[in-house]
């Protein structure tokens, strides 16, 4: 027993030696310098230096100007953020689809009844065109 505690108290004078205490911190600071240097000198990233300035939109815009589509210039928005009634929309779009446009987007989410006469004005204006297309909210039947 008296063994193994001069072995114990023995360690702790050999492991904090001065000499070793310097080596340990030569030896953490090479590391610390290897590492700034090597994330922080552009001379070994040379990817990082080819992709300066690069972007995904070059890419993006290249390829749109490289195959122009047939796009439409007769692109009309109606806004109806003014119309409050239901009946007021179905008449708006009433009077779109007189126009016969080749598709009309309606973005409007209507998430509960409101009037009775209006709603049914609106669902039969919706029912007979047949280019609209229509956006929705999937609600919880509970």
């Given at each position: 027993m008296q063994r193994l505690k001069t072995i114990l108290f023995k360690i702790p004078k050999a492991i904090f030696r001065p000499r070793m205490m310097a080596i340990t911190a030569v030896a953490f600071l090479l590391i610390g310098m290897l590492r700034y240097v090597t994330f922080h000198v552009d001379v070994f990233n040379p990817v990082a230096q080819a992709l300066k300035g690069f972007s995904t939109t070059d890419i993006f815009y290249d390829m749109m100007l490289a195959?122009?589509?047939?796009?439409?210039?007769?692109?009309?928005?109606?806004?109806?953020?003014?119309?409050?009634?239901?009946?007021?929309?179905?008449?708006?779009?009433?009077?779109?689809?007189?126009?016969?446009?080749?598709?009309?987007?309606?973005?409007?989410?209507?998430?509960?009844?409101?009037?009775?006469?209006?709603?049914?004005?609106?669902?039969s204006v919706a029912a007979t065109m047949s280019n609209a297309v229509f956006s929705f909210k999937m609600m919880d039947p509970d």
């Open positions: 195959s122009p589509a047939d796009t439409s210039s007769t692109i009309v928005i109606v806004d109806i953020t003014q119309l409050h009634d239901r009946d007021s929309i179905a008449a708006a779009l009433e009077e779109v689809d007189a126009l016969e446009p080749i598709a009309i987007d309606i973005d409007v989410v209507f998430e509960h009844p409101k009037e009775p006469v209006g709603d049914a004005h609106l669902v």
